[in-house]
């Protein structure tokens, strides 16, 4: 039999009536949430994911403002745009579009938005809080990642996950999101000696390494929850994910297709983090 397979974008959808509810009930009260994004330079990738964003912000009853900056840009006209947006009333989340050009240095531009409006989580005080079991706002592609597993009632405690991917954005915050609730977890990196003997233990398989179609049927535990988060374009210009999706459903017990599955849980969860600022500040908390 082959896996259960996970639709990202129906999911994203259910989720994004529920917190439109939300976003209009705010809005009656007469806050509307508010997202502002910067983007620096001219990285063709970062250009759609920011006009996807706006896009979504739109849909949704978000008003959403762009801040682009050119590549030569000097970092403290970064810090100012973003010391301005700390303090109006009328942004609720702030979104620094990563990556930034090398003569800027992350962490400082990044801990520089307040913690209350850093919807993408990535601040070191919200990554603390996130580690720490005092979640402010989780990061939105393992946060999606989540609420896939919840609404196909996946059960996380006691189980073995496997996250094959490290970074900041996606390997690291899963990780722990899924250590707090209560799975057993094993990062593996690219530096991973024989990578198949941990995946072939996962129960839940989370593979976030950017290398397409890397995991293959003989790497998966039979009955295994696939989750796919890489999304790589093919000479062919078609999309392919980092797991190897024909062979892999045919042995797994669930599976996210790629595109459609991971994908638009991401801006989803932006949505929802950002309005969760919103009513945060409209209850003056
Ligand atoms: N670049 C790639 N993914 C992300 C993301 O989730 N947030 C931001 N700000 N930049 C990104």
Redesign the pocket.
């Known amino acids: 039999m082959g896996a259960h397979i996970i639709d990202g974008k129906k999911i994203a959808e259910l989720v994004r009536a529920e917190w439109k509810a939300r976003a209009d009930k705010l809005i009656q009260l007469g806050t509307q949430p508010g997202l502002a994004v910067i983007i620096v330079g001219d990285n063709a990738a ?1 250009g759609i ?1 920011v006009r996807n964003k706006v896009k979504a912000c739109n849909e949704i009853g978000i008003y959403s403002e762009v801040h682009a900056f050119p590549a030569n840009a000097q970092q403290n006209e970064v810090l100012d745009c973003i010391q301005a947006l700390n303090e109006n009333s009328h942004i609720h989340g702030i ?5 930034l050009p090398s003569h800027f240095e992350n962490n400082r531009v990044i801990t520089s938005i307040a913690v209350s409006k850093d919807v ?1 989580g ?1 601040h070191l005080y919200n990554v603390g809080a996130l580690v720490t079991g005092n979640t402010i706002f989780s ?3 393992p946060y999606g990642v989540m609420v896939m597993l919840e609404r196909n009632h996946i059960p996380i405690a006691g189980q073995h996950a496997v996250v094959v991917g490290r970074s900041n ?1 996606v390997g690291k915050p899963m990780a722990f999101m899924l250590l707090e609730q209560g799975a057993t977890v094993t990062i593996c990196t690219s530096k991973t000696r024989d990578l198949l003997q941990f995946t072939k233990n996962a129960d839940i398989l989370v593979v976030a390494t950017g290398k397409p179609r890397m995991i293959t049927a003989d790497m998966v535990k039979p009955g295994a929850v696939v989750i796919d988060v890489g999304i790589n374009r093919l000479n062919d210009g078609k999309l392919c994910g980092d797991v190897d999706y024909q062979s892999v459903k045919d042995i797994a017990g669930y599976i996210t297709p790629v595109p459609g599955g991971v994908g638009p849980m ?1 801006i989803t969860m932006l949505l929802c983090n950002t309005i969760l600022a919103a009513e945060r500040a409209q209850s003056g908390g």
């Not at 979104?95 to 990556?99: E, G, R």
Request: negative net charge; hydrophobic residues 35%; charged residues 5%.
């Open positions: 970062s994911y979104l620094v579009q990563l990556p993408d990535f990061p939105c592609t954005i991401t």
